[in-house]
């Protein structure tokens, strides 16, 4: 029997920071921010705290990769989604963005605002992670309505906030769930965004 090939050092790093990772996401999503210790990380990662600060400095370093992790995530959803090629219609892009906003690895992201939100030191290092989240979100949205007409600064403010919509609509509903209301929900933005596109192409028919 010929032996497996042995892992480089490069592989086996690269596999423990993404179990560590991994690890804190799953923490964070199952067992909220404040009890996600790295004892808890270490536990579920199988890899012990002398291991995780191999690579992490701290769990603030820890944390705000397992943000950076979900965004990448995010994107290749998208991407992934995008790949089927063809015009992408708003109400496809409208459902896509529900549930990515219900994935269980989002819940991440909104525990981690909410927790920076009296923390300075999460919050200035979220801020980058943000930024890069939502760029490359209103990027991917104008991409895939280009050529349309539509202003692309319009695109970017719609995509933006439908997805603060059904972040929101995500939080809220394990508290007060009204699913009568969520194909409304879908089919009214739509509406929305059909009569406030056809009043900028008017307005500006580049």
Not at 50 to 63: K, Q
Not at 82 to 93: C, H, P, T, Y
Request: hydrophobic share 40%; with cysteine; proline share 4%.
């Amino acid at each position: 029997m010929t032996a497996s090939p042995r892992r480089t050092q490069a592989q086996r790093r690269s596999e423990t920071i993404e179990a560590l990772i991994d690890a804190t996401i799953e923490a964070i999503a199952e067992v909220g921010y404040h009890r996600t210790s790295l004892g808890e990380v270490c536990q579920r990662s199988g890899i012990s705290k002398g291991g995780l600060f191999r690579h992490f400095a701290s769990r603030l370093e820890l944390v705000v990769a397992a943000a950076e992790e979900v965004g990448r995530r995010h994107f290749a959803a998208f991407d992934e989604f995008r790949a089927e090629g063809g015009s992408v219609e708003i109400v496809d892009l409208l459902l896509f963005a529900r549930k990515e906003s219900r994935d269980p690895s989002n819940s991440v992201w909104f525990e981690l605002l909410v927790a920076a939100r009296t923390d300075p030191e999460l919050r200035e290092r979220l801020n980058p992670v943000a930024v890069t989240l939502y760029d490359n979100i209103e990027a991917r949205a104008a991409a895939a309505f280009a050529g349309r007409g539509i202003p692309s600064d319009v695109i970017r403010l719609f995509a933006t906030s439908a997805l603060h919509m059904f972040d929101g609509e995500a939080i809220f509903r394990h508290t007060y769930p009204r699913p009568e209301l969520e194909a409304e929900r879908i089919a009214a933005t739509a509406s929305l965004y059909e009569s406030l596109t056809s009043a900028e192409t008017r307005a500006d028919p580049r």
